[in-house]
């Protein structure tokens, strides 16, 4: 599942290096590349290596968090423990809270490199005109975008999941005179409202 988002994301970057490259060769002449176009897609592939690997690293959180999850409810619907259920439960919610607070500062960088980086896109494409410039100066940084979203849409459904966890519980059978261990283990996982928050939303 964790190498499953590294093809993708070089696919992406890749995309983008490509975009830039055939944007230089367009500015330059028949006979040579100009030079500031070739400075131009060095800076943006630089620029474009940085956002795919950061993007790649948000993707291995998500997707180990995500293996976590996976791993608790098939364990409870294995072993079917509600006191070691309620145990690994807190472990996970730790983890969970660790790994938030780790990577929320990411998520807001990349809010904030996607509320500047698309005006200014837009700006500069329509300062070209229509044509193939303005394809090329939009289309490197709609695709790092893509890649973000790629990457809240990974996070929230993690969040997503984990508020199906409770259903889960509610559906095994704990044995006779259970009923009361498991409704306080739905309750604990409902009030832990476990997921992915940035700056505790």
């Known amino acids: 599942k964790i190498l499953r988002n590294v093809w993708p994301t070089a696919c992406i970057w890749a995309s983008v290096v490509a ?19 070739l400075q131009h897609v060095l800076v943006l592939a630089l620029i474009g290596t ?14 180990a968090l995500t293996v976590m999850l996976d791993s608790f409810c098939c364990e409870l619907a294995i072993h079917v423990d509600s006191s070691q259920a309620m145990q690994d439960w807190n472990i996970l919610q730790a983890v969970f809270i660790k790994s938030s607070s780790s ?3 990411g998520f807001m960088c990349m809010l904030v490199a996607i509320s500047f980086a698309v005006p200014l896109s837009l700006a500069d494409a329509m300062s070209m005109g229509a044509g193939w410039f303005a394809v090329n100066s939009l289309l490197p940084v709609a695709l790092i975008v893509l890649l973000f979203a790629r990457v809240f849409v990974a996070a929230a459904s993690i ?11 509610n559906s095994l059978n704990f044995g006779p005179e259970s009923e009361q261990r498991r409704q306080v283990l739905v309750e604990s996982i409902q009030h832990s409202q476990l997921g992915i928050y940035v700056c505790r939303m």
């Open 103 to 105: 990577v929320e500062r």
């Open 50 to 63: 940085f956002a795919a690997g950061w993007a790649c690293c948000m993707l291995f959180v998500c997707a």
């Open 19 to 37: 975009t830039l490259c055939a944007g230089a060769m367009i500015d330059g002449t028949a006979s040579s590349v100009d030079p500031c176009a």
């Open 159 to 169: 969040s997503d999941k984990c508020a199906h966890v409770p259903s889960l519980v």
